[in-house]
Nanobody, 120 residues
């Protein structure tokens, strides 16, 4: 599975962004989003089980993030609202053939990442 993430950019605190992840080249059971800031470990943002549409969110973004999918376009959207400077990171989407969990261990295909920068 190949993944293409896009939609990152520079936004002021309190603003919103919608990230997109287009998947191609295979089937998948889950698509997830993770982020990594400089000097920090990778952090779980959210994931969706493709067939059921069930979603899970990381504690840091819960209530501010919303995942949706377009099955016809094989695309997952991550809507991020009320952005904070601490949301600044490279955001990666990932795919798994299984029903993945927030550990990230089940994801075996990763996109190239898209930079999100939130200014204060």
């Amino acid at each position: 599975v190949q993944l293409q993430a896009s939609g990152g950019g520079l936004v002021q605190a309190g603003g919103s962004l919608r990230l997109s992840c287009v998947a191609s080249g295979g089937t998948f059971g889950s698509v997830g989003w993770f982020r990594q800031a400089p000097g920090k470990e990778r952090e779980f943002v959210g994931l969706v089980w493709w067939l059921s549409g069930s979603t899970w969110y990381g504690d840091a973004v819960k209530g501010r993030a919303d995942l949706s999918r377009d099955e016809l376009k094989n695309t997952v959207y991550l809507q991020m609202n009320s952005l904070k400077p601490e949301d600044t990171a490279v955001y990666y989407c990932a795919a798994s053939s299984r029903l993945a969990t927030e550990t990230g261990n089940e994801f075996d295909s990763w996109g190239q990442g898209t930079q999100v920068t939130v200014s204060s």
